[in-house]
């Protein structure tokens, strides 16, 4: 059975950090490169990171500094460490799986690779308030 279950969202004071996680079951983050994403209230998802299967990182230019995503030393996890988080951080953080890290326009993107099984965890609430 896939399962691909997320973790770590919650209320955070500005300032704080947070590290947000997502299990896999039934099939491998390992073969594909993974992604982390957030929808802000009333906005469009964006990227946050893209992991490729080599696990190199990339970033799109608002993550730069304060986001760290990285696959785990536990088997078929992923992570992403937000740091001195600030008020428009709010927002659902998703991670998903089943992509390749593409170039275009001078910066990478995770998009999905149709050779592997895309999969998206049902997303998690981070909100950043005093």
Same mark, same amino acid.
């Given at each position: 059975?896939?399962?691909?279950?997320?973790?770590?969202?919650?209320?955070?004071?500005?300032?704080?950090?947070?590290?947000?996680?997502? $299990?896999?079951?039934? %099939? /491998?983050?390992?073969?594909?490169? !993974?992604?982390?994403?957030?929808?802000?209230?009333?906005? @469009?998802? *964006?990227?946050?990171?893209?992991?490729?299967?080599?696990?190199?990182?990339?970033?799109?230019?608002? $993550?730069?500094?304060? %986001? /760290?995503?990285?696959?785990?030393? !536990?088997?078929?996890?992923?992570?992403?460490?937000?740091? @001195?988080? *600030?008020?428009?951080?709010?927002?659902?953080?998703?991670?998903?799986?089943?992509?390749?890290?593409?170039?275009?326009?001078?910066?990478?993107?995770?998009?999905?690779?149709?050779?592997?099984?895309?999969?998206?965890?049902?997303?998690?609430?981070?909100?950043?308030?005093?």
């Amino acid at each position: 059975q896939v399962q691909f279950v997320e973790y770590g969202g919650g209320l955070v004071q500005p300032g704080g950090s947070l590290r947000l996680s997502c $299990a896999a079951s039934g %099939f /491998t983050l390992d073969d594909s490169a !993974v992604g982390w994403f957030r929808q802000a209230p009333g906005e @469009d998802r *964006e990227g946050v990171v893209c992991i490729s299967s080599e696990n190199s990182a990339y970033y799109t230019d608002s $993550a730069k500094g304060r %986001f /760290t995503g990285y696959r785990g030393n !536990v088997e078929n996890m992923m992570f992403l460490q937000i740091n @001195d988080l *600030e008020p428009q951080d709010t927002a659902v953080y998703y991670c998903a799986t089943g992509g390749i890290c593409t170039y275009n326009s001078g910066s990478y993107s995770w998009i999905r690779d149709h050779r592997y099984l895309e999969v998206w965890c049902q997303g998690t609430l981070v909100t950043v308030s005093s």
